[in-house]
């Protein structure tokens, strides 16, 4: 009981704070000439979850409060500083400091050719580069794992442009390098490369960052590709293999009938570990394996009271090489009422572990989630 009411205080408080700073918050404030300028913003995202077979059956939870700024000195030279919380898992998951989460210096020549560098989302698939704002669905999939320091983040840098409808990003990361990222190993040679490659059919997608969800704004037909590699990334403690991760990521919206929205995604992912058992307890847990998910919602272009029902499905899957098999579907709705900014979530979720007395796992999750 006492968790549940930390956690309904320190979502109260973030919200009362949120709320006291929006006439500046998501604003954009021109600075000595029209190329230069600042911009500051914020996100939330709470949640309820019901679970009758945890310790904690109802658990009240803040999962995200980031801060953004973004600003351009020049028409070239930009920069990005965005915090997260991070919690500790180890003591009832309170909140126990704030994050740099991205910190990137841009240079951006022109559509075709762009230079970022610092902390910041390496080229991957579709739901990295969404992180959990812009998903078609409340939970980050879980068969996306590639490597990352934080909220998916890794240090280095990258080129990347727009081509008409071609995107191509490429760089080089920290990786399986230091014992900051998820994946430790200082036997680690070289950096982790990372490449991704799209084609958007219809509608162009703009920019660095992807979205799985754009209500009905652009109609989407995209195919991406994404690979990942490191020299001796992965480890058991005692022998070193390559890292090899690859995907192919694919998204479908459509208006139909009377502006109705139609949405299919899914993504296929492969990761090779040369052999290496990772999920060793002297291991550093970079996944082996392929995994998939599918996911279809629907959004009617009905407002009931303030927002529109959007019934959304998923399922996914990973099967392990060294860890058990794992399955989940869940089904529910999100209710948009200002896109991305401003919604509710509503799921229902069952996960199968294989090895675990085949036993389901049964979730309720309500969620909420700002952005100003």
């Not at 890794?154 to 990003?169: L, Q, R, S, T």
């Not at 399986?176 to 490369?193: E, K, M, Q």
């Amino acid at each position: 009981m006492k968790g549940v009411q930390k956690g309904l205080a320190v979502a109260g408080s973030v919200l009362v704070l949120l709320s006291g700073s929006a006439a500046y918050a998501g604003q954009k404030f021109q600075l000595w000439d029209e190329d230069s300028w600042i911009s500051i913003g914020a996100g939330l995202r709470a949640s309820y979850v019901h679970n009758p077979d945890a310790i904690d059956e109802n658990d009240f939870a803040l999962n995200s409060a980031r801060i953004y700024a973004n600003g351009q000195f020049t028409k070239i030279i930009g920069f990005t500083y965005n915090t997260e919380i991070e919690h500790d898992f180890d003591h009832d998951g309170d909140i126990s400091r704030i994050r740099t989460m991205d910190a990137i210096l841009r240079l951006e020549f022109n559509p075709a050719f762009n230079v970022w560098g610092g902390r910041m989302l390496p080229p991957s698939d579709r739901s990295n580069l969404n992180g959990p704002y812009y998903l078609g669905t409340w939970e980050y999939p879980f068969v996306s794992a590639y490597p990352q320091i934080f909220q998916g983040r890794d240090n280095g840098g990258a080129v990347w442009g727009d081509i008409g409808k071609f995107k191509y990003e490429i760089g080089g990361f920290q990786g399986c390098t230091s014992d900051r990222n998820s994946c430790d190993n200082p036997d680690a040679s070289g950096p982790l490369v990372a490449g991704r490659f799209q084609y958007d059919f219809w509608d162009k997608e703009s920019g660095y960052y992807t979205s799985s969800d754009y209500y009905g704004d652009k109609e989407m037909l995209s195919v991406g590709l994404v690979g990942q590699f490191q020299s001796e990334a992965a480890t058991n403690g005692f022998d070193s293999g390559d890292f090899k991760g690859f995907n192919i990521d694919v998204l479908m919206q459509k208006r139909v009938f009377s502006g109705d929205v139609l949405t299919l995604e899914g993504a296929f992912y492969v990761y090779d570990t040369s052999g290496i058992n990772t999920a060793l307890a002297t291991g550093n847990g970079l996944a082996d394996g392929h995994s998939y998910f599918v996911l279809a919602s629907y959004l009617i272009n009905q407002k009931i009271g303030i927002g529109k029902f959007q019934p959304v499905i998923r399922f996914q899957e990973f099967d392990q090489t060294y860890g058990p098999d794992i399955s989940e579907v869940s089904l529910g709705t999100n209710y948009i009422i200002k896109g991305h900014d401003a919604r509710l979530s509503a799921l229902y979720s069952r996960q199968n572990v294989d090895n675990a007395g085949n036993e389901d796992i049964n979730r309720f999750v309500g969620g909420l989630q700002l952005q100003f």
